[in-house]
């Protein structure tokens, strides 16, 4: 959770006030701090490199903004992306084929030949995969994802590392799979698991690590030598104020040292969404209405689960605070609705705040991960807009959907208009 600088009374982002932001793009808003993006991508890539070769690879379906995406190629990152609108936000981006990885699960001919067209390597996630791209070039960069049997996260819809996931290469299996690869023609350059979302301990990590390291030590008495190896497992953030961050030099300590010294892999992926992106966004929304139950205190918001769904799908705490009022006082305990006519539509429950009336402006924060990329028009509400903040600028970095909008693809059958 960021700490985040208070002026006259109001929340400032990029040292832009909270209320300016609201009348000049309305409500609610996405707001993205590019300083804190910079600062996230450094902190991560420093304490790794410093250790051993490393390539960040953003997995970018926390956040596809397209200026947000800029920010990180000037940075030098590289991606790790899950689909063919994923990549295509990439290259657009800038990003040259190469510094982009795939990722997906349970891929289509349709999404295999396209990703092949775009000269992106693919890391396979089963026999089926590799088989099929085998049909279609095996000039081509692969590596593969082994199932590593441990998981990490920060719900069970998010660990992806267990046995009985859709994910990966069982690990029993992998030998055989890069044999196969290697009898198909292939040269594979690397070996990808992935533990998980949101972990926030490092033990998970150097199990995994240990596990990849037996796999490498095997195939090269095969013959078979690795470039890489892709150390998956989101990396957690504090979305609580107790909470504290991941000790990211003991993390690329523990693992580097296992790597170097036990194998001749000459480079490390680190795969962090929400780690770069998480805190650097806040929603902004608006106050609209105030109700009291026999026993609880609602403040009603324009920002439901159409615009976060973290809480409403993992129970996900997301930090708020009274934007407007951001150094007075807690005096009491609210519950913040949404406008989703679904009763799990509540973005924070029982928060103490300062006494909170229609018209103030909540900040929620840590929505720069699976904020807008996971957003909806579930109840036919346009999404919002998005904006970056830096050194006092604002910028919109995309515009909101109009309700005319919402129909745009939908046709009414000629007989049915009788
Ligand atoms: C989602 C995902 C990540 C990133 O997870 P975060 O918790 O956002 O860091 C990394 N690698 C793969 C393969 C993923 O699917």
């Known amino acids: ?18 209320t300016e932001i609201v009348q000049k793009y309305g409500s609610p808003v996405y707001v993205t701090d590019e300083n804190a993006i910079r600062a996230n991508y450094r902190n ?22 397209l200026a947000i995406l800029r920010i990180l190629e000037q940075e030098g990152s590289c991606i790790d992306a899950v689909s063919i609108g994923e990549i295509e936000a990439c290259l657009r981006s800038g990003f040259s084929p190469d510094r982009i990885l795939y990722t997906g699960v349970n891929v289509s ?46 719900h069970d819809k ?17 030998l055989e799979a890069y044999k196969r690869a290697v009898e198909l023609g292939f040269k594979p350059a690397g070996l990808h698991a992935h533990i998980g979302s949101g972990g926030q301990t490092v033990e998970p990590f150097i199990e995994m690590v240990e596990t990849l390291i037996t796999i490498v030590q095997e195939l090269a008495a095969m013959g078979i030598e690795l470039n890489f190896l892709d150390i998956g497992g989101g990396i957690g953030i504090p979305y609580r104020p107790e909470e504290s961050a991941m000790d990211l030099d003991k993390m690329a300590a523990e693992i580097t040292s296992r790597i170097k010294s036990k194998t001749k892999i000459k480079e490390i992926i680190i795969e962090p969404g929400r780690y770069i992106i998480a805190d650097s966004t806040i929603i902004l929304t608006k106050v609209v209405d105030i109700k009291e139950t026999p ?24 930090h708020v605070a009274v934007a ?22 509540v973005m924070a429950k029982d928060r103490e705040l300062p006494k909170v009336e229609e018209g103030d402006i909540i900040a929620i924060y840590d929505a720069g991960a699976y904020g807008f990329t996971m957003s909806s028009n579930y109840n036919m509400r346009p999404l919002p807009r998005e904006v970056l903040v830096k050194d006092g600028e604002i910028t919109l970095i995309r515009e909101s959907e109009t309700v005319e909008e919402l129909f745009r693809h939908q046709r009414i059958p000629s007989r049915l208009m009788l």
């Open 1 to 18: 959770m960021r700490k985040f600088e208070c002026v006259d009374h109001e929340l400032v982002i990029g040292g832009v006030k909270a």
């Open 44 to 65: 991560i890539y420093q304490a790794f490199s410093k250790k051993m070769p490393t390539r960040i690879n953003y997995a970018c379906k926390a956040n596809t903004n």
């Open 109 to 154: 001919d349709a999404e295999l030949r396209a990703v092949v067209a775009r000269g992106v390597p693919i890391n396979i996630d089963s026999f089926s995969e590799l088989e099929r791209l085998a049909k279609i070039t095996t000039d081509h960069q692969i590596s593969f994802r082994v199932n590593p049997e441990v998981g990490s996260g920060h």
């Open 158 to 174: 998010v660990i992806t590392g267990k046995r009985s996931t859709k994910f990966g290469i069982p690990k029993h299996q992998i």
């Open 295 to 318: 026993d609880k205190k609602y403040a009603g918001i324009d920002a439901g689960f159409n615009t976060l769904i973290r809480p409403a799908m993992y129970d996900s705490y997301h």
């Open 324 to 345: 407007n009022k951001f150094d007075l006082p807690a005096e009491e305990v609210y519950s913040l609705g949404g406008p989703i006519c679904e009763t799990g539509d």
